[in-house]
């Protein structure tokens, strides 16, 4: 059974870098075909998928958040990293970390709140 868990940064000031990573356990994040991705919500808004890193390394990013955006692996600890850099309010959601092509496996989720 794979299993995802997202880290807790809790709240974070306007204008600093996020950086949230998720664990896998249950499967090695270098297995062939899968992607790892990094999805948000808003409050009161519809799921967003903000980028992923493949098995093979390689890195995709949604065109909207792509100048903000890093998403890193850690092989030896099985996780990755998401960096959303000059966070505004906006940027408050719940952060999930999924198991793609098909989004099988999901994080609890952690929430984030950008707040001064």
Excluded: H
């Amino acid at each position: 059974q794979v299993q995802l868990q997202e880290s807790d940064p809790g709240l974070v000031k306007p204008s600093q870098t996020l950086s949230l990573t998720c664990t896998v356990s249950g499967g090695s994040i270098t297995s062939n075909y899968y992607g790892w991705n990094w999805i948000r919500q808003p409050p009161g808004k519809g799921l967003e998928w903000m980028g992923a890193v493949r098995y093979s390394g390689s890195t995709s990013y949604s065109p909207s958040l792509k100048s903000r955006t890093s998403i890193s692996r850690d092989t030896s600890k099985n996780q990755f990293t998401l960096e959303l850099s000059t966070v505004t309010p906006e940027d408050t959601a719940v952060y999930y970390c999924a198991r793609g092509p098909e989004y099988d496996y999901w994080g609890q989720g952690t929430q984030v709140t950008v707040s001064s």
